[in-house]
């Protein structure tokens, strides 16, 4: 299968999984509007993804994906099933443990994250209660990145891209049948989400199991202690712990970006966390249909390029994936910036979600567009160090972005509130970027192909086009005033969407740029 059509397979499958979350949110906005509890389950269901980030397609994978490609090439398929074995017995224990303190630990833990909910003690007192019930959560998900990654090396690439709609399913689930039960009960009718995070960690564990056992990599997971000795001292586990180090940091750097950014929204007005998520929501769909599809392809094979030593097959790949990105992401910048509010309209604008959220929400959105190429092109930049086992250095870009982002943050949430959060990391993922390519360039790791120039004026020439419809059609439409039309509001943003992306692809193709043949990898 060829490149493109594996993130192609990616990128269909993740569209799922985004309009299945899309669905969820919109009942979740509808039912519960934006709040002191609704910041109370956002605040909550961070704390377990935050470690998620450390120990599943975080830090985890970024080292583990990289040795097991390697293993691969270089030694076969025994080898790197005792590899896998290994691994997923140290990576049960540790999540096991990790569980068991973060269930205890879970008053610091909001506190720590979201200290400003204890101006409303109620809502405090859930998020407790419902990090609780949650964190268990890292460790169905953690081992369901491992097995992504394995089945990604083996280039099966279906089963883990839509594995994350059953997360969002049980979750519907819990919004429809688990808020009336536990309302008709006297249980505040909340908790029931995190019954459905539970229930969807559990489902996407379970759904890896038969595609690693049909390729013979079902990891055997040791249960005894000398087991866990035996696993940690095989020297390919100690190669993924050492590996690790590096990108925990790089990964914990950003985490502690989202606590400190979480931590100054639970401070500002009560529905800043919320309004945040529902721009985080909308952002995802490019970063995950972009950005996510591209690393996930583009590991294993920077990695296997590596092992193989063929730095032009190396090169070749990040040139291919830094000219999608630009093709794909800038437009889809263009996009955040002059069409927020409408798309917020038609997403989260029910209920009890009032036309005051959906502006302070398509603020936010605003935010994460500035910073959206740089978001996905961390993607396919990022790899690139990772294929070479170079862990350090985006580590240490990170921590220099996270004093920038902060820093950015003093000057700017003063002027724009919760938004200006979320401009912050989109203004530092562009640094982030630029830092890691220039790092690539240097080392003569990547040798951009010719033309580059001129393709980059032609998509910025394509996407300021597509902006000025885009404008035109924002204020065209009374887009908060048709709320009790949905069909009619989202039939019309779909037809502005589609209008616009036509205009885009009919203008860069007529500026020249070759669509085939840059699709052809």
């Not at 409408?342 to 209920?351: D, E, K, L, S, T």
């Not at 009619?488 to 036509?502: E, H, M, T």
Request: with cysteine; hydrophobic share 55%.
């Amino acid at each position: 299968m060829s490149l493109l059509k594996s993130a192609s397979t990616i990128s269909l499958l993740t569209l799922a999984s985004r309009v299945a979350g899309l669905i969820r949110d919109q009942l979740f906005a509808a039912t519960f509007g934006a709040n002191a509890l609704t910041d109370a389950f956002y605040v909550a269901f961070r704390i377990p993804n935050l470690f998620r980030r450390l120990f599943g397609e975080g830090a985890f994978s970024q080292a583990f994906v990289p040795v097991l490609a390697a293993s691969k090439t270089k030694h076969g398929l025994e080898p790197t099933k005792q590899l896998i074995d290994s691994v997923a017995t140290v990576l049960t224990w540790v999540l096991l443990l990790t569980s068991v303190i973060g269930v205890i630990g879970a008053p610091l833990l909001v506190w720590g994250m979201a200290g400003g909910l204890q101006q409303e003690p109620a809502a405090y007192e859930v998020a407790v209660t419902m990090t609780r019930w949650m964190f268990p959560y890292i460790l169905f998900i953690s081992l369901v990145s491992m097995a992504s990654g394995i089945l990604n090396t083996w280039r099966v690439f279906a089963v883990p891209a839509a594995t994350p709609v059953l997360l969002n399913i049980a979750m519907i689930a819990a919004t429809l049948w688990g808020t009336p039960w536990f309302r008709a009960h006297g249980i505040e009718p909340i908790y029931a989400q995190a019954l459905g995070v539970m229930l969807g960690g559990v489902l996407q564990l379970a759904v890896q199991v038969p595609a690693l056992r049909r390729l013979g990599l079902f990891p055997k997971i040791g249960a005894s202690w000398s087991a866990l000795r035996t696993a940690w001292r095989d020297p390919a586990t100690q190669n993924v712990a050492k590996l690790m180090l590096p990108a925990l940091l790089g990964v914990g750097v950003a985490q502690i970006s989202i606590f400190i950014n979480t931590q100054i929204a639970s401070r500002l007005a009560p529905g800043s966390v919320s309004w945040i998520s529902g721009a985080d929501r909308l952002m995802e769909f490019p970063t995950a249909l972009l950005g996510v599809a591209l690393g996930v392809v583009l590991m294993p094979q920077l990695a296997g390029a590596k092992a193989a030593n063929d730095p032009l097959q190396y090169s070749a790949m990040l040139d291919w994936g830094l000219r999608l990105v630009v093709l794909l992401a800038i437009p889809c910048s263009v996009a955040l910036l002059t069409f927020a509010q409408p798309m917020v309209a038609v997403i989260f604008h029910y209920g009890k979600f009032g036309e005051y959220d959906v502006a302070q929400t398509a603020y936010a959105l605003m935010g994460w567009g500035v910073g959206l190429v740089g978001i996905v092109a961390i993607k396919v930049l990022a790899p690139g160090y990772y294929a070479s086992h170079n862990m350090r250095t985006p580590a240490l870009i990170a921590v220099a972005v996270l004093v920038i982002t902060q820093l950015l943050n003093l000057l700017l949430v003063p002027v724009f509130q919760h938004a200006a959060l979320t401009l912050s990391v989109g203004l530092g993922a562009l640094v982030n970027a630029t830092w890691l390519l220039i790092g690539l360039l240097k080392r003569g790791s990547y040798k951009p192909a010719p033309g580059w120039w001129v393709y980059l004026l032609q998509v910025i020439a394509g996407s300021a086009l597509m902006a000025i419809f885009l404008m035109w059609a924002a204020n065209q439409v009374p887009w908060t005033q048709l709320q009790g039309q949905s069909l009619k509001r989202a039939g019309l943003l779909a037809l502005i969407l589609s209008a616009a992306a036509a205009t885009y692809f009919i203008a860069i193709m007529a500026a020249g740029v070759k669509l085939r043949k840059l699709l052809r990898h």
